[in-house]
């Protein structure tokens, strides 16, 4: 089966390469794109769900041939862009390519192409980036409400059992913009739950303990007895576990009637805006993330803190789950391909370094990863869900309403070990 996979994995590549030479008319643009795109895909395909998915599988490498070729500085030559994003570039691609492989030959600019479940009808004429992009979706629309993520998604009932091409849209905005909001939605604890369970096993928390007849879902509680909040600083969730959370999907119940906003940051731009020289610096390390870290709470472990500060929240032992983690400091999507930072609250140190040592370019890195052209500032109303991708943000809770309280239910999805 993996035999068979690989084998048409490589054919797909090979269609892709005679794509890329006869638009670009050169066969060494072809080659350098294909092995740039190679060595990811070695690396994406000891992933445990693309392996499952060749035709993801192959989405994915499509993808990152046309997001190089679109962005190559190295070869100079620009792929045609079709007014939409790198991903529908690349279905539109690969489309192609298959269609091409089947003996057919078709007129990209004349054939609309499903992709991820929209309707993509290829533009061949240059848009900015930041053109409204509303069309590109077949069930839903998105609003964009900052310049570098989060997006309102519009036409999705969460309380109901969403066919599989709305969710490949849902998955596609979420891909876009980092950060999806639905407004207005009326969601038992059950419906959030099923419509977790469609991205993926849940991840509990080890030391928060769940709703009693939903242990899979938090209750994030704040009133005006709680001095502290949960998530009051700026971090990715779980990020001390060996798999993280890909996603957190939290849904307001009670809102303050002004504060309470949640901040999102967007960690691909943190990492692309880097220096090739910093890029350089930190290609390698990696981190040492932390659950539970007295070091930096005087000496208090979460129960102790929680209990007198956020007597609302149910904490937990967590056991023998392990709660010490090292990952990459620059991590690949493993969904896009792209590279973000992945830095947060958890992390105490540098892999093989001492805090001391650790310090200055963690201090560094966190305060460049949340400047504010890279955020977005989440505005809450009763009804919001929020559903954000752990693995290229971070977020961080305001705790600016002593006198009032906030009610949010809470599911985070597993994710992959990061690479
Ligand atoms: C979380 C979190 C943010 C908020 O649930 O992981 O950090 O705004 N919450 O409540
Ligand atoms: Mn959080």
Redesign the pocket.
């Known amino acids: 089966m993996a035999h068979r996979l690989a084998a048409q994995a490589r054919a797909d590549l090979d269609e892709i390469w005679t794509y890329i030479a006869r638009e670009s008319g050169s066969e060494t643009i072809a080659d350098r794109l294909i092995n740039s795109v190679t060595n990811r895909f070695h690396l994406l395909s000891n992933h445990p769900h693309l392996g499952r998915a060749r035709a993801r599988k192959t989405s994915v490498v499509a993808c990152e041939a046309s997001r190089l070729a679109r962005t190559s500085s190295s070869t100079g030559w620009q792929a045609p862009t079709f007014g939409f994003c790198a991903l529908c570039t690349a279905a539109a691609i690969w489309s192609r390519c298959s269609a091409v492989s089947r003996g057919r030959t078709t007129n990209l600019g004349a054939l609309p192409i499903a992709a991820f479940g929209r309707i993509i009808v290829p533009n061949l004429e240059n848009s900015p980036m930041n053109a409204p992009r509303n069309t590109q979706y077949r069930y839903l629309e998105t609003h964009k409400i900052a310049g570098a993520l989060g997006a309102d998604v519009e036409g999705i009932d969460l309380s109901q059992d969403l066919p599989d091409d709305v969710l490949a849209e849902i998955r596609a905005a979420l891909l876009d913009n980092l950060v999806i909001l639905f407004r207005n939605q009326k969601i038992t604890p059950q419906q959030q739950l099923n419509f977790a369970r469609r991205w993926g096993e849940i991840h509990l928390h080890p030391f928060m303990q769940g709703m009693a007849d939903h242990p899979e879902i938090l209750e994030i509680i704040k009133t005006p007895q709680d001095k502290k909040n949960f998530?009051g600083s700026w971090?990715t969730?779980q990020m001390f576990s060996p798999q993280p959370a890909m996603g957190?999907m939290l849904y307001a119940l009670e809102v303050p009637s002004a504060g309470g906003d949640t901040m999102f940051t967007n960690q691909y731009l943190a990492y692309e805006s880097l220096s090739d020289g910093m890029k350089a610096m930190i290609a390698d390390l990696k981190t040492v993330c932390v659950g539970d870290n007295g070091k930096q709470h005087g000496g208090q472990s979460r129960a102790q803190r929680y209990d007198r500060q956020m007597a609302h929240m149910k904490v937990k032992e967590p056991g023998n789950v392990q709660t010490t983690s090292v990952h990459p400091l620059v991590r690949t999507h493993p969904e896009t391909g792209r590279k973000a930072l992945y830095i947060g609250g958890h992390v105490q140190h540098f892999d093989g370094m001492t805090d001391e040592e650790s310090e200055p370019l963690i201090a560094f890195l966190k305060q460049h990863s949340t400047r504010p052209e890279f955020t977005v500032r989440v505005r809450w109303e009763t009804g919001t869900l929020t559903f954000w991708d752990n693995r290229c943000t971070q977020?961080f809770a305001i705790n600016d309403y002593p006198a009032e309280t906030r009610i949010m239910h809470r599911i985070t999805v597993r994710g992959d070990t990061p690479f």
């Open positions: 998530g971090h969730d957190t977020h």
